[in-house]
């Protein structure tokens, strides 16, 4: 099943390898912005879609380790 919500805009999973071993990613690409000082950001809907994305993992992502949310946002404040 794949991972879908309000503000979820692409779905992808990666490997990060570190000296101290590789941790399977899910990479979830959002319409929101995740910089907190941007005066859209919206800390509930954050919130909300961090419970989603780790709720998925725990039920039907078996060995994802790492959760990544990358806003299709740019940085601007």
């Known amino acids: 099943m794949a991972f879908k919500g309000p503000h979820v805009r692409f779905v992808s999973f ?3 390898v570190s000296p101290d071993g590789a941790a399977n990613v899910m990479v979830v690409e959002t ?3 995740l910089n907190s000082k941007h005066a859209a950001y919206d800390h509930l809907a954050v919130r909300r ?3 989603a994305a780790q709720d998925y993992v725990m039920t039907n992502a078996e060995g994802i380790t790492h959760i990544r949310l990358v806003s299709t946002h740019s940085g601007e404040i």
Request: glycine share 0%.
């Open 14 to 16: 990666s490997i990060e």
């Open 31 to 33: 319409d929101l912005h």
């Open 49 to 51: 879609l961090i419970a």
